[in-house]
T-cell receptor
Framework: AQSVTQLGSHVSVSEGALVLLRCNYS??????LFWYVQYPNQGLQLLLK??????LVKGINGFEAEFKKSETSFHLTKPSAHMSDAAEYFC??????????????FGSGTRLSIRP | GAVVSQHPSWVICKSGTSVKIECRSL??????MFWYRQFPKQSLMLMAT?????????EQGVEKDKFLINHASLTLSTLTVTSAHPEDSSFYIC?????????????FGPGTRLTVT
């Protein structure tokens, strides 16, 4: 079975400060890993994904994440927070099954707040 | 490209009635679609995997007779909440895997907010 654990249900940073959202995964097989963002009353937007190419993955809006197998982590970072980054962030994992699509399992989410 | 739509975007229904939610892949074919439920301030919980032309696979604890899923074509899956009750009020999100694309690539719909009064 696969799972992800997001450390911290709420993170608050000042505008311009470093953003760090933590995610640890558990998987018996090499996983695919994702970060999604959700704004209030909206669907999900994919920020970035790890699919076994480079371990440092760059995504949209200046976000990036590093896959660390030894630590089973996939933390999300952004050097300088913007007010527009305030949202809910979900880390997610799926397997590399042979079907046309593998189910994605989501973490509990981390709400990011930005202080002016 | 790779757009998934949901209809309706929001719906209010009375307790005891049934509600159908549509999930469409607009510009690609999807053999597999997924249905998630999200309660306020909570994560997305996978309800079921919808396979075109066959029965859906439900996650443990999800009542298949209450949440009817039909994947009639490669671009359409429907979720029907039967005999809805206030506790079924939630945000329902679907996703679709592109049959012709990478296995890991899924695209999410904008969600449907269901309120049962």
């Amino acid at each position: 079975a696969q799972s992800v654990t997001q450390l911290g249900s709420h993170v608050s940073v000042s505008e311009g400060a470093l953003v760090l959202l933590r995610c640890n995964y558990s998987s018996s097989v090499p996983p695919y890993l994702f970060w999604y963002v959700q704004y209030p009353n909206q669907g999900l937007q994919l920020l970035l994904k790890y699919t076994s190419a480079a371990t440092l993955v760059k995504g949209i809006n200046g976000f990036e994440a590093e896959f660390k197998k030894s630590e089973t982590s996939f933390h999300l970072t952004k050097p300088s927070a913007h007010m527009s980054d305030a949202a809910e962030y979900f880390c997610a994992v799926s397997d590399r099954g042979r079907s046309s699509a593998s189910k994605i399992i989501f973490g509990s989410g981390t709400r990011l707040s930005i202080r002016p | 490209g790779a757009v998934v739509s949901q209809h309706p975007s929001w719906v209010i229904c009375k307790s005891g009635t049934s509600v159908k939610i549509e999930c469409r892949s607009l510009d690609f074919q999807a053999t597999t679609m997924f249905w998630y439920r999200q309660f306020p301030k909570q994560s997305l919980m996978l309800m079921a995997t919808s396979n075109e032309g066959s029965k859906a696979t439900y996650e443990q604890g999800v009542e298949k007779d209450k949440f009817l899923i039909n994947h009639a074509s490669l671009t359409l899956s429907t979720l029907t909440v039967t005999s809805a009750h206030p506790e079924d009020s939630s945000f329902y999100i679907c996703s679709a895997g592109n049959t012709g694309g990478p296995r890991y690539e899924q695209y999410f719909g904008p969600g449907t907010r269901l309120t049962v009064t």
